[in-house]
């Protein structure tokens, strides 16, 4: 069976707005972010991605807007050699109750589906709390970053206390693969 780090999108890979990522332009990586993906891929990991874009139902941007924006991020993939496993995303607004919205750990569920993978030894990173929240759900591995949202979960939710926590992304690829290593 295949290892799988399952990655939050905006504030884990690319710096998060306020105002939403509304186009391809406002869609900037975190530095490291892709290299760090790239190495995951490189020593055998499947990288799929779990995102809420609740912007979709709101009318902030369309499907073919977020194509575009993704379409810029696996550029940015390729020319560093590396691709990205999956795609993941919850379309809905909160009002929509829908089972895909994260904390709602859907997602999660419909890939570890598509992918046959364990959960139990998959490592979730985010940067909310609701992504801590959809991982222990399913009884994943919650990982936070400080990027994002990062910090302020850390200083205002307790139960954020005993999930590892790590500078960015780059940390906790450099981290894992270290361990992998020495195993
Ligand atoms: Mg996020
Ligand atoms: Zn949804």
């Known amino acids: 069976m295949s290892q799988m780090i399952i990655i939050d999108r905006d504030g884990v890979i690319n710096q998060d707005s306020e105002d939403y990522i509304k186009s391809a332009d ?3 990586p975190i530095p490291g972010s892709l290299e760090a993906i790239c190495r995951l891929k490189k020593a055998g990991y499947l990288v799929t991605i779990a995102s809420n874009q609740s912007g979709l139902a709101r009318g902030l941007y369309n499907e073919e807007t977020l194509q575009q924006i993704h379409d810029k991020m696996d550029r940015m993939l390729a020319a560093r050699g590396a691709s990205i496993d999956g ?50 759900m399913v009884n994943a591995l919650p990982i936070l970053v400080r990027t994002g949202n990062g910090e302020y979960v850390m200083q205002n939710y307790p139960e954020a206390i005993d999930v590892p926590v790590f500078d960015n992304l780059a940390h906790f690829v450099r981290d894992t693969l270290r361990k992998n290593a020495s195993e």
């Open 26 to 28: 406002e869609w900037i």
């Open 87 to 136: 795609i993941f995303y919850c379309p809905h607004s909160p009002r929509a109750n829908c089972v895909c919205r994260k904390p709602k750990p859907g997602l999660l569920i419909q890939i570890a589906r598509q992918f046959d993978i364990d959960l139990s030894v998959t490592s979730f990173v985010g940067d909310s709390i609701s992504d801590i929240q959809a991982a222990q």
